[in-house]
Each structure stands twice: as structure tokens, then as C-alpha cells.
């Protein structure tokens, strides 16, 4: 079974430039998660979506953050201007309704490093 | 303050020695907590679940949770030096809610 797939894995941009991200989460899973991870710290929750509904988005900088997940699979998760503080791994998740402890399974991230 | 404390390390211990890992936490809602494995470049990948207070065993990891102390721990016996990766602690109210995360321990084996 594929796991949690994302895109792109490395990303360097210039402050003020736009940056999107893309995930693909595992077949039928109907919780997708965004988090952010700085250098030494551990993943923090952006955004959490149960189908196409963001649930739960209050950790999300709406000023410059914004994200989507049409049809209830993928999601882009976009960042418009960037600044020299949101340099971190962006994490996505999934994770499938019903089960006792909902566990999640991450992707492996994209490096985001602005300049 | 954080709600989950975790000390970053690095931990280095010797191959086939016990690797002791270890969280506090704030908050006394919190009834679910996790042990995450994460290599470099890697996301993190579920290692442990407890679900309230007691201990949990697979193979050579051990997940303690003390809710009286608000502590939680993780024991790996005979390490590997493919155990080397950063362990983060997380913890949540209930079966849906956020996940808190530690800030990560490093942990590196040396053969």
C-alpha cells in the first residue's frame, strides 16, 4: 500500500515569492492533517480536513496561509507572500475514520527554505 | 510553558544498551499518548500508543505512562544503531483531538 505521497520534497524560494505544496493521502483516508515542523521542534497542527471540510484550521496564519482539498483526496496547502519565518517542513497526514485511536501516517515532508 | 516537555538531547549510547526516553506533560486531560520514531529527512512514523495510565510491551520497546506524574516514557533494550532517530512524544484529550508533540529527543547508537 503507498503511503502518504508529497510534493515537491525541497523547495527554496525568496521572501515575498509564493510556494504551494501538494499531498496525496493514503486510499480512504478521509482525515488529511498539514503541519509545520521547525528545526528542533516537534510537528505543529495547521490545518485538519474530514473530507472536504476544514475542521479545524485555527493554527493556520490566514493572512498569508491558505489551503484546499477538493473532492475530498488531495490537498494544497499555499503560502502567499513568504517570509523568512515560515522556513520548516510542512508534514502532511492521513488517517482513516473509525479506527479506536485514529492513528496517523505521515508523508515524508517538503523542505521549505526561504531566502 | 509547553503542555509536552521533552528533552532534545542527543542521548549517545552504546549498541545493545537500554535507551531510556522520557516526557512531562501540563495538562492532566490528555488520555492518549504516542511514541513517534522520525530518521532524518523522514516523516514520523508511529512507534507506541497507550491509551490512558499502564505499560505497553512490542518487541524491544516498552511505553510507560504515569498520569499521576503527568510522565511518560519509552524503553528500547538491546539497541541498534538503526534505532539512531529522533523519538517524539505526543499526546491528545480524546481519540480526535490535536496532536501535541513533544519537541523530539535525538538518539544516536554507536556501534
Known amino acids: 500500500e503507498a503511503g502518504v505521497v508529497q510534493s515537491p520534497r525541497y523547495k527554496i524560494i525568496e521572501k515575498k515569492q509564493p510556494v504551494a505544496f501538494w499531498c496525496n493521502p493514503i486510499s480512504g483516508h478521509n482525515t488529511l492533517y498539514w503541519y509545520r515542523q521547525n528545526l528542533g521542534q516537534g510537528p505543529e497542527l495547521l490545518i485538519r480536513y474530514e473530507n472536504e471540510e476544514a475542521v479545524d484550521d485555527s493554527q493556520l496564519p490566514k493572512d498569508r496561509f491558505s489551503a484546499e482539498r477538493l473532492k475530498g483526496v488531495d490537498s494544497t496547502l499555499k503560502i502567499q507572500p513568504a517570509e523568512l519565518g515560515d522556513s520548516a517542513v510542512y508534514l502532511c497526514?492521513?488517517?482513516?475514520?473509525?479506527?479506536?485511536?485514529?492513528?496517523?501516517?505521515f508523508g515524508p515532508g517538503t523542505r521549505l527554505t526561504v531566502l | 510553558q509547553k503542555e509536552v516537555e521533552q528533552d532534545p538531547g542527543p542521548l549517545s549510547v552504546p549498541e545493545g544498551a537500554i535507551v531510556s526516553l522520557n516526557c512531562t506533560y501540563s495538562n492532566s486531560a490528555f488520555q492518549y499518548f504516542m511514541w513517534y520514531r522520525q530518521y532524518s529527512r523522514k516523516g514520523p512514523e508511529l512507534l507506541m500508543y497507550t491509551y490512558s495510565s499502564g505499560n505497553k510491551e512490542d518487541g524491544r520497546f516498552t511505553a510507560q505512562v504515569d498520569k499521576s506524574s503527568k510522565y511518560i516514557s519509552l524503553f528500547i533494550r538491546d539497541s541498534q544503531p538503526s534505532d539512531s532517530a529522533t523519538y517524539l512524544c505526543a499526546m491528545k484529550y480524546d481519540s480526535w483531538g490535536k496532536l501535541q508533540f513533544g519537541a523530539g529527543t535525538q538518539v544516536v547508537v554507536t556501534p
Open positions: 497526514a492521513s488517517s482513516l475514520a473509525g479506527t479506536n485511536y485514529n492513528e496517523q501516517f
